[in-house]
């Protein structure tokens, strides 16, 4: 496999995303029919989820429910996040069967995972997310690089977001995560599950050779142990959610030093760990609150 190296000051124009949602794909949703609380008969889009199975290699590595847009992405990420494959890998192939709900990923080093495979952790993820092997192995000798995040990045970054058209506001029982370079959105990925948002990121990242270091990640969901890892693991500085904290994601976010900002939502934010990234340049009189059109769909809270 071929991996194109890109760089933020190769990503033109300046607010177009390199990937973004498509809520209108017909393969992503279904109308189905029901009542209301009134007993009114309703149409309604829901989202659809499907098997995925990933193999590295010749084996079985696990099967994930997932919308299925973007299968090669989410297997490369999903491997990476998992230490199953090394960001120096040779990765010779990805095949996709469609037919059969299959991804193989291919690599030059031979690969035997079966005893990492037996230790296991479900997570707090939703779709249950899932680590195998040592949960603390991503946080060992990790030395996230110095970055800034300016308050004024921050408000544009999320009212741009929140502004897209997707699957998140059109359906629900989905999660987005987006790559940022300061205020800009690069890539917007949506799944049942955040863990295969973040993975489908990953594996995009890993495909076409893009840099961590000066990039921000922000996710709709929860700041759990799950996404610090899976953000440390990636090596990216900043990660941002207009959801809350675990107290377990907000220990590992301040032992790897990564910058921690939730409840992101119109003027207001908390940040609980790595605040010294962040440069207060935005004068608040000048930034809107969030508009209720674009929160999340048949959600009070977005914990």
């Known amino acids: ?16 995303y390199l990937i973004r949602p498509d809520p209108l794909d017909p393969r ?24 995925l199975t990933i193999f590295l290699n010749s084996q079985e590595i696990v099967t994930a429910m997932t919308i299925n847009d973007y299968p090669e992405y989410l297997a490369l990420g999903y491997l990476l996040n998992q230490h199953m494959l090394l960001p120096d890998d040779v990765v010779t192939g990805v095949d996709y069967d469609e037919e059969l709900a ?22 707090s993820g939703c779709a249950q997310g899932t680590v195998f ?20 990045w921050l408000y544009g970054l999320t009212h741009k977001i929140n502004t897209t058209p997707s699957l998140y506001l059109e359906a629900g029982a989905i999660h987005g995560c987006v790559l940022a370079h300061e205020d800009r959105p690069l890539v917007y990925m949506e799944d049942v599950g955040r863990h295969n948002a973040v993975d489908k990121i990953a594996g995009w990242m890993f495909r076409h050779g893009v840099a961590a270091h000066d990039k921000i990640f922000y996710t709709t969901g929860r700041l759990t142990s799950e996404m610090v890892i899976k953000t440390v693991r990636m090596g990216i500085p900043i990660l941002v959610s207009r959801s809350g904290f675990t107290a377990w994601g907000v220990e ?3 032992k790897a030093n990564l910058t921690l ?14 605040e010294e990234r962040i440069v207060f340049d ?14 999340r769909k048949a959600a009070v809270h977005d914990d």
């Open 252 to 254: 590992l976010a301040r």
């Open 1 to 16: 496999m071929t991996i194109t190296y890109i760089s933020a000051e190769m990503i033109t124009p300046k607010d177009d």
């Open 102 to 123: 299959v991804v193989v990923v291919r690599t030059k080093r031979r690969t035997n995972y079966e005893k990492k495979l037996k230790k296991k952790v479900q997570t």
């Open 28 to 51: 992503l949703t279904e109308r189905v029919s029901g009542v209301d609380q009134t007993g009114q008969a309703i149409e309604t889009r829901v989202t659809v989820e499907r098997a």
């Open 261 to 274: 900002v939730g409840r992101a939502r119109g003027k207001r934010f908390v940040a609980l760990a790595g």
């Open 282 to 295: 935005q004068d608040l009189r000048f930034v809107e609150e969030e508009s209720a059109r674009h929160r």
């Open 133 to 152: 092997g040592d949960l603390m192995e991503a946080l060992e000798n990790v030395t996230l690089p110095k970055a800034e995040l300016r308050t004024s």
